[in-house]
């Protein structure tokens, strides 16, 4: 009882105090919720972890937890992501909670007094290692400092207390590792090999939700998220974007844009006929979103490109094509190559996925004329 009581009493002074800063209780709790849904907990370990912050952001007498940031090759698109994030950011909440001891694109020193809080940090051991983009292999491809940057992974890596690579650049070499890939980048897990684990945060750039998320489960509640097998934590890749798609009910009664910009795509007809990979993208894009959960590429009219997927750009490209040769679940073995969609595909979807249609309340109107009005 005695340790409830201090604990109920520390999140009430941390309240307090980020109230101050601008952000409301109602806020701050409302967002412990969500990353506990996001990490696939009950509501009531939202408080939990409310608590948890609190009580880090109080420890005056122990050091913050230690976060290590490298910058390899990619376009810092994710400490971008980061940043921007709004309220309730991932920068005012957990960022506040730990100490980000290096990450060249937001710190304050630079040249030799930088390179003092990596090996600071390095020396200390136990710290989160966040890095963003791929690792040049080859000699002087890649370097910081006057060190190849795979020689700065080789000294980070074995003192980390986990290890998360964020962003497409680092889970499998992205876009700087695209044919014919002259410096030889390697994705984070693929250089360290299997003596390491790494968390893979893709997409890009990584979605901060996703990342606070993470950081949450590694930090603040010491548990490393169940991976699939890329390394990317089940809660957020479980599914594909299809499954969760809002124009999926179009995709069920055969309605497709047939031309980007046509009519069709303000009617949020299925944008699978002009490239959209959703049916083979694992990703929690629909309901995370971006910008404050505004919006996500699908949803403003652009077809997924499949940028959370292993072997992305290379084997996604073009990105406004159909992908041949690749079956899409659930749909009797139209592939995604085919051509003849329309009233075939109206067809094949009436036993497997009709229900879902119904469920969502479409019409199945293009079933007679081949899937179009």
Avoid at 241 to 249: L, M, V
Avoid at 257 to 265: F, I, K, Q
Wanted: charged share 20%; aromatic share 6%.
């Amino acid at each position: 009882m005695a340790t409830e009581t201090r604990a109920s009493e520390g999140l009430d002074k941390y309240l307090e105090l980020i109230e101050v800063r601008g952000v409301s209780r109602r806020t701050f709790l409302k967002y412990c919720g969500a990353t506990a849904g996001m990490l696939g907990l009950s509501a009531s370990q939202g408080g939990v972890i409310a608590e948890a912050i609190a009580a880090e952001a109080d420890n005056v007498a122990a050091a913050r937890p230690s976060v290590v940031w490298l910058n390899f090759a990619s376009d810092s698109g994710c400490t971008e992501s980061l940043l921007k994030s709004s309220y309730p950011s991932a920068a005012e909440l957990i960022l506040d909670t730990i100490s980000m001891d290096y990450n060249e694109t937001i710190m304050a020193p630079s040249g030799e007094a930088a390179e003092k809080s990596r090996k600071d940090a390095m020396e200390a051991g136990g710290y989160l290692l966040v890095v963003e983009g791929g690792v040049p292999t080859k000699d002087g491809y890649g370097m910081i400092a006057g060190m190849n940057m795979t020689a700065i992974l080789d000294e980070m890596a074995p003192n980390a207390a986990a290890i998360i690579a964020v962003g497409s650049c680092a889970t499998f070499g992205g876009v700087p590792a695209m044919d014919p890939n002259p410096s030889e980048i390697e994705g984070i897990q693929e250089y360290l090999g299997d003596d390491f684990t790494v968390i893979n945060l893709d997409m890009c750039p990584v979605n901060p939700r996703n990342l606070a998320a993470t950081i949450v489960s590694v930090i603040v509640l010491e548990t490393v998220p169940e991976l699939d097998e890329y390394g990317r934590p089940l809660i957020f890749h479980g599914q594909t974007i299809h499954d969760n798609c809002e124009r999926r009910a179009h995709f069920d009664a055969g309605n497709f844009v047939e031309v980007l910009g046509d009519e069709n795509e303000g009617k949020g007809y299925c944008l699978y006929k002009v490239g959209c990979k959703g049916p083979m993208t694992h990703s929690n894009c629909p309901d995370v979103r971006w910008n404050d959960r505004t919006s996500w590429c699908v949803g403003a009219g652009g077809p997924c490109i499949g940028c959370a997927e292993h072997g992305w750009p290379d084997e996604f490209a073009g990105f406004y094509e159909r992908l041949a040769g690749v079956k899409i679940p659930g749909i009797g073995g139209v592939e995604a190559g085919a051509d003849k969609l329309g009233a075939g595909l109206a067809v094949a979807t009436a036993g497997g996925i009709a229900v879902h249609a119904v469920a969502t309340g479409v019409s199945k109107r293009g079933k007679e004329d081949g899937g179009s009005e």
